[in-house]
């Protein structure tokens, strides 16, 4: 059987043009709570959590796990990129065995339409290819998710199958990383 992909966490923040990718801290606590209550974020993600209930329950320092990037513009949270392994018993496979590095991607509303998500995931694509040299990464997303759909295609993700899962039509897709150019 084929390892998971690992990774040694966190690793340093990595800047973009105009974002920083790092580990999440307490201050991020409320974009959290927002990220999960917004009808809007979560329209294709099984629907908003109760706002009192994510006062309760999100830790005070939130996403604290490996693979979990919080994105921040002018000091600021945004959104998460994650790069976790996928559920071996799931739908969409990128190897016989299940279970691969998945992307996953969540902005605040008033973040989305500036092109700050493709920057983020490109950067976080390009650590994990650094990270874990050669290894594959899938996404799954809603097919009536159209901004997540564009970001997908956009960052290189290619078809692999559409399946039905939690009611909707899933579309699961493949990236993989450039091999570098032998001198
Ligand atoms: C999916 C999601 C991250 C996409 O966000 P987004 O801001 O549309 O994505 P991008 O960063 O690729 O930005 C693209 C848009 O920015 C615009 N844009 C503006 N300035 C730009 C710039 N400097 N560079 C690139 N794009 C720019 C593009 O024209 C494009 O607009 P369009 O979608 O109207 O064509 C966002 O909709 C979201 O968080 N949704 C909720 C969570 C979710 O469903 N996640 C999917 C889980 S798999």
């Known amino acids: 059987m084929t390892e998971p992909a690992s990774f040694s966490w966190p690793p340093a923040p990595i800047g973009t043009a105009r974002l920083v990718l790092r580990e999440s801290e307490a201050r991020d606590r409320a974009a959290f709570v927002e990220l999960f209550a917004?009808?809007?974020?979560?329209?294709?993600?099984?629907?908003?959590?109760?706002?009192?209930?994510?006062?309760?329950?999100?830790?005070?320092?939130?996403?604290?796990?490996?693979?979990?990037?919080?994105?921040?513009?002018?000091?600021?949270?945004?959104?998460?990129?994650?790069?976790?392994?996928?559920?071996?018993?799931?739908?969409?496979?990128?190897?016989?065995?299940?279970?691969?590095?998945?992307?996953?991607?969540?902005?605040?509303?008033?973040?989305?339409?500036?092109?700050?998500?493709?920057?983020?995931?490109?950067?976080?694509?390009?650590?994990?290819?650094?990270a874990c040299p050669g290894e594959p990464v899938g996404v799954c997303t809603q097919l009536a998710n159209a901004p997540s759909m564009r970001l997908a295609l956009k960052l290189g993700f290619t078809e692999v199958t559409r399946f039905e899962e939690f009611g909707a039509e899933q579309w699961f897709g493949a990236w993989r990383p450039v091999a570098p150019r032998l001198r």
């Open 38 to 130: 917004s009808p809007k974020v979560r329209a294709h993600l099984g629907g908003p959590h109760a706002r009192e209930e994510l006062e309760r329950a999100v830790p005070e320092v939130p996403g604290r796990r490996p693979g979990l990037f919080v994105v921040e513009l002018d000091g600021a949270m945004i959104g998460t990129v994650t790069l976790e392994q996928r559920d071996a018993e799931r739908p969409g496979r990128l190897r016989p065995e299940g279970g691969c590095t998945e992307l996953g991607y969540m902005f605040l509303p008033e973040a989305w339409g500036s092109g700050y998500a493709a920057e983020a995931c490109a950067a976080a694509l390009d650590w994990f290819a650094a």
